[in-house]
C-alpha cells in the first residue's frame, strides 16, 4: 500500500511538472489591433504649451506564435505569456500625421507632420527621453502610448482635424481620426 501511495504521488508530481514546463497551444500572447483611438490633452511646460496625443490600439485581436522547447521552461521560474503580454505581432514601420489644414507655410494640408512630433520612452538609465516616432511601439494592450509637440501652427486660432496612420510591418495600417483640435 505504501508503494502504491508512494507511485501515485510520484506520477501525480510527475504530471504537475510537464504540465509546468510545456504552456497551452491555446495561449495568444500576442496582439494585432486594426484601428486607432486617439484622444488630446494640453501639457503646460513653464510659459509654453505641449500638445500631447495620447494613442489606443484598437479593434485588436489576440494572436498566437509556435513555442520553441528549450531548456529554460515554465519549470525553471518563468511563465507563460498572458493573453496580448508579449506585446504587437507586427511591429511598426512607419507612424505618419496628417492635418487637414496648413499647419505653416512649408506643411501644406495633407503633408506629414510627423517631424513635429516626439514619443517619449525610458532608456536604459531610466531617464526619459524624447524620440522620434519611427522609435514609437504598443508595449501592451492594456495601455495607450502618448506623442507630444512643442511646435504650434501658424495661425494659433484655426482648428485642424488630425489622422494619425500606423504602418505596420506586414504592410497593413491602422488609422485614427481627431476632430476639433486647437494647438493651444
Request: hydrophobic share 40%; with cysteine.
Amino acid at each position: 500500500m505504501k508503494k502504491k501511495l508512494i507511485a501515485l504521488a510520484f506520477f501525480g508530481g510527475l504530471a504537475g511538472l510537464i504540465q509546468a514546463c510545456f504552456c497551452s497551444s491555446e495561449k495568444t500572447p500576442y496582439f494585432d489591433y486594426h484601428k486607432l483611438q486617439i484622444a488630446e490633452r494640453a501639457l503646460a511646460h513653464g510659459t509654453d504649451t505641449i500638445q500631447s496625443f495620447m494613442i489606443t490600439a484598437d479593434s485588436v485581436e489576440y494572436l498566437a506564435s509556435s513555442y520553441e522547447l528549450t531548456l529554460t521552461t515554465a519549470v525553471y521560474g518563468t511563465s507563460c505569456p498572458e493573453v496580448g503580454e508579449l506585446g504587437t505581432k507586427f511591429k511598426m514601420e512607419d507612424v505618419e500625421i496628417f492635418a487637414d489644414k496648413d499647419f505653416n507655410d512649408t506643411l501644406q494640408a495633407g503633408k506629414s507632420l510627423s517631424s513635429l512630433f516626439y514619443f517619449p520612452f525610458a532608456s536604459d538609465t531610466a531617464q526619459n527621453i524624447l524620440s522620434t516616432l519611427p522609435e514609437m511601439e504598443f508595449y501592451s494592450v492594456y495601455y495607450p502610448t502618448f506623442i507630444y509637440t512643442p511646435h504650434h501652427p501658424s495661425d494659433t486660432a484655426q482648428v485642424f482635424n488630425l489622422t494619425v496612420r500606423i504602418t505596420k510591418e506586414n504592410g497593413a495600417i491602422a488609422e485614427g481620426k481627431l476632430g476639433d483640435v486647437k494647438f493651444k
